[in-house]
């Protein structure tokens, strides 16, 4: 029971760290898109860009929860969250301005900004799924609240984070390494589904 209890408590680590880094990266692209508009219109754009944040990370997580069953997506989930650590890793650490899929205009459509948001969510809502199923180790109840936590810190909290994160780097720093660590696992465990590698049975349980 003592295993099982640290062995969760990992995962729950993992996870908090993995939503704060890319719930965040989130955050940043809506409030820049958010930006642009008066602050009512910016409060509805805020709230639409989480709800989609929300429905897409529930669809994503379902069906990541099947395709996991298949090596292959283990090892694809695997590379795509290594370049995701990279990308990350200029936005946060590179002075480059922040990627976007918005660009500034005196009169942005806000229909036109909505697809933004829902692109913007569609496109990290997945990365960050992979990063949370692969993370839970299919324990639904941590799969759930890896996806709940993530929706509230970027209704919430992403922008506090994002400050202490530009403040002190090695937040970020350890946010990346956990979500390349996730990688690595995936990466791992694909291949030892398909006998490429052997892994000690004593470790299994961690990819």
Same mark, same amino acid.
């Given at each position: 029971y003592k295993n099982i209890l640290i062995e969760q408590s990992i995962i729950l680590v993992q996870i908090v760290l993995i939503d704060i880094i890319m719930a965040a990266d989130n955050a940043i692209i809506i409030g820049m898109i958010a930006a642009n508009f008066a602050p009512k219109n910016r409060k509805q754009i805020i709230m639409y860009g989480v709800l989609a944040a929300l429905l897409f990370r529930i669809i994503f997580a379902f069906s990541a929860n099947y395709f996991f069953g298949f090596p292959i997506i283990k090892i694809i989930g695997g590379l795509l969250l290594v370049w995701v650590v990279y990308d990350l890793k200029k936005d946060l650490f590179e002075d480059k301005e922040i990627k976007s899929p918005t660009k500034k205009s005196k009169e942005p459509s806000y229909i036109h900004s909505?697809?933004?948001?829902?692109?913007?969510?569609?496109?990290? &809502?997945?990365? @960050? =799924?992979? %990063? *949370? *199923?692969? %993370? &839970?180790?299919?324990? !639904? !109840?941590? #799969?759930?609240?890896?996806? /709940?936590?993530? =929706?509230?810190?970027?209704? !919430? #909290? %992403?922008?506090?984070? =994002?400050?202490?994160?530009?403040?002190?780097?090695?937040?970020?720093?350890?946010?990346?390494? =956990? +979500?390349? +660590? *996730? %990688?690595?696992?995936? /990466?791992?465990?694909?291949? @030892?589904? $398909?006998?490429?590698?052997?892994? @000690?049975? !004593?470790?299994?349980? $961690?990819?």
């Amino acid at each position: 029971y003592k295993n099982i209890l640290i062995e969760q408590s990992i995962i729950l680590v993992q996870i908090v760290l993995i939503d704060i880094i890319m719930a965040a990266d989130n955050a940043i692209i809506i409030g820049m898109i958010a930006a642009n508009f008066a602050p009512k219109n910016r409060k509805q754009i805020i709230m639409y860009g989480v709800l989609a944040a929300l429905l897409f990370r529930i669809i994503f997580a379902f069906s990541a929860n099947y395709f996991f069953g298949f090596p292959i997506i283990k090892i694809i989930g695997g590379l795509l969250l290594v370049w995701v650590v990279y990308d990350l890793k200029k936005d946060l650490f590179e002075d480059k301005e922040i990627k976007s899929p918005t660009k500034k205009s005196k009169e942005p459509s806000y229909i036109h900004s909505l697809y933004k948001v829902i692109f913007a969510d569609i496109t990290l &809502s997945f990365d @960050n =799924v992979i %990063a *949370v *199923v692969g %993370a &839970s180790k299919s324990n !639904t !109840t941590l #799969m759930i609240f890896g996806l /709940i936590l993530s =929706v509230v810190l970027i209704g !919430t #909290m %992403a922008t506090f984070f =994002v400050k202490h994160i530009q403040k002190h780097r090695w937040i970020g720093y350890i946010g990346l390494i =956990v +979500i390349l +660590i *996730v %990688a690595i696992q995936l /990466i791992i465990g694909g291949l @030892n589904d $398909y006998e490429v590698l052997s892994i @000690n049975e !004593t470790f299994k349980k $961690y990819f």
